[in-house]
Nanobody
Framework: QVQLVESGGGLVQSGGSLRLSCAGSGFTFSIYAMSWYRQAPGKERELVAG????????NYAGSVKGRFTISRDNAKNTVYLQMNSLKPEDTAVYYCNARLTVAHQYWGQGTQVTVSS
């Protein structure tokens, strides 16, 4: 019943942009904090960006600050990640996370982002 479905990934050139979307269903989206994580081959999963339930507070990994923007539309049960000035090191599978508590969180299946040099 609970689903998080990512979309918007793909192949782009260095310096290009992508917008990822994550649509939630089967839970009360508006009270969950939302985050984007990524995992590159051979590396640990990394928190990229997070946003509080109302969208009033955001946080970013230092490596993406100034280039990526997280936002949410609770009326659409959707969280977005706008990625600009993409670099090859941004290549990874990007995962959407919804968190109410440590014990109440959900993950999407991921979407591949590949940035060519």
């Amino acid at each position: 019943q609970v689903q998080l479905v990512e979309s918007g990934g793909g192949l782009v050139q260095s310096g290009g942009s992508l917008r990822l979307s994550c649509a939630g269903s089967g839970f009360t989206f508006s009270i969950y904090a939302m985050s984007w994580y990524r995992q590159a081959p051979g590396k640990e999963r990394e928190l990229v960006a997070g946003i509080t339930d109302t969208g009033g507070t955001t946080n970013y990994a230092g490596s993406v600050k100034g280039r990526f923007t997280i936002s949410r539309d609770n009326a659409k049960n959707t969280v977005y990640l706008q990625m600009n000035s993409l670099k090859p090191e941004d290549t990874a599978v990007y995962y959407c996370n919804a968190r109410l508590t440590v014990a109440h969180q959900y993950w999407g299946q991921g979407t591949q982002v590949t940035v060519s040099s």
